[in-house]
């Protein structure tokens, strides 16, 4: 494949059957996005707590937005949440439908996160460089469009009280549990791909910018 074809965006229709459906969702509904290596599935976590349930990375294993709809349909909690890197690639179509959810937008130094994407996959920076491209032309569009939104830098991650605000910015009505904040700030996750930890061979790592085409929402 041509590796300008991982670049392509390509939207799911959006049907009044669609609209109709989420105008009855009863949920306060939330999205995490940012660029890989963002600590993205830390934060996925730490919003998955009492009436909370954060999806970590969903998105790319749902065919369409009737899917993701599914997804929010079968929580019971009163907040429920997506983060996925993946999502930015969508935000225009995301906002148009979901235009009342909660943003949040997580930032990181790009040579930081292209470095550890890099280590992380074994991919070329090459390869690397030209997924993080398509990544901060989305986040431009998102910060144009989404004029309601919170963000934080990867560099305030560890401090309590960032963390806090952007807590209750998303889960206003459940009280900020500090005891959490302390197991969780312990600990390290790591994206897995096939049950296996990376780093993956630069081959399979081409595959998975490859796979996007077939498992984001679109």
Not at 53 to 75: A, K, P, Q, S
Request: hydrophobic letters at 35%.
């Amino acid at each position: 494949m041509d590796v300008s074809e991982l670049c392509q965006h390509n939207y799911p229709p959006i049907t009044s059957e669609l609209k109709e459906r989420i105008s009855k969702i009863d949920k306060k509904i939330f999205f995490i996005l940012s660029t890989a290596r963002c600590r993205s599935s830390w934060f996925a976590n730490l919003f998955t707590y009492k009436d909370s349930f954060c999806y970590n990375e969903e998105t790319r294993y749902l065919n369409n937005w009737d899917e993701l709809v599914d997804r929010i349909e079968e929580r019971s909690e009163e907040y429920v949440g997506f983060e996925d890197p993946e999502l930015l690639h969508y935000i225009s179509a995301l906002y148009k439908l979901f235009p009342n959810a909660t943003y949040v937008l997580l930032e990181r130094d790009r040579e930081d996160s292209e470095v550890s994407l890099c280590n992380q996959s074994n991919a070329p920076r090459e390869l690397v460089s030209m997924k993080f491209d398509r990544w901060y032309s989305d986040i431009e569009v998102f910060k144009s469009i989404v004029l309601d939104y919170q963000r934080i830098d990867f560099d305030e991650m560890d401090d309590r009280d960032e963390v806090e605000r952007i807590w209750k910015y998303i889960l206003p009505n459940i009280e900020f549990d500090i005891g959490r904040w302390n197991l969780l700030t312990a600990l390290q996750i790591t994206v897995t791909m096939g049950g296996k930890p990376f780093p993956i061979p630069m081959s399979s790592m081409a595959v998975y910018f490859e796979l996007e085409k077939l498992t984001d929402i679109r």
